[in-house]
């Protein structure tokens, strides 16, 4: 398997940055197509809930990057460094309202991932992981 490490300012700014180290991982493991496009969606909106919910756009706290890829799946973990990011997910999730002006993110991320999940990193930030299937039972409607 193979493991990349990045890190990024709480930053609009760093997401242009975030998604050339992801385009140059894909690259280099010659990932594309509809399953490169579904993962650069789906970590774009976890980064950006990242720094803007979990950072709270504080430039002196960052978000990590780190992206595994193996035979079978590209996983992509984006930590932040804020506090509380569980309970917001599980409220949001548990709230059943998919027109609310927040949180249409996460409804997004597990529409397009294979597998989504939400854990408190050791120094208590959020840590979602996505991950996408790169084999050919990868389900037709996320190709």
Known sequence: MAEYHFKYASSLDSEDQMLDDL???????????GRAWRLQLIVSE???NALLHGNASDPKRLVRL???????EIIADITD?????????????????????SGRGINFMERYADRVEYRESPTGGLVVSLAVRLNEK???AKS
């Open 66 to 72: 780190t992206v595994r890829v193996n035979e079978s």
């Open 138 to 140: 990868t389900q037709t």
């Open 46 to 48: 976890a980064f950006t």
């Open 81 to 101: 460094e804020g506090a509380g990011g569980l309970d917001r997910i599980a409220h949001r999730l548990n709230s059943g309202d998919p027109l609310a002006e």
């Open 23 to 33: 385009q140059s991982v894909l690259e280099l493991h010659e990932i594309a197509g």
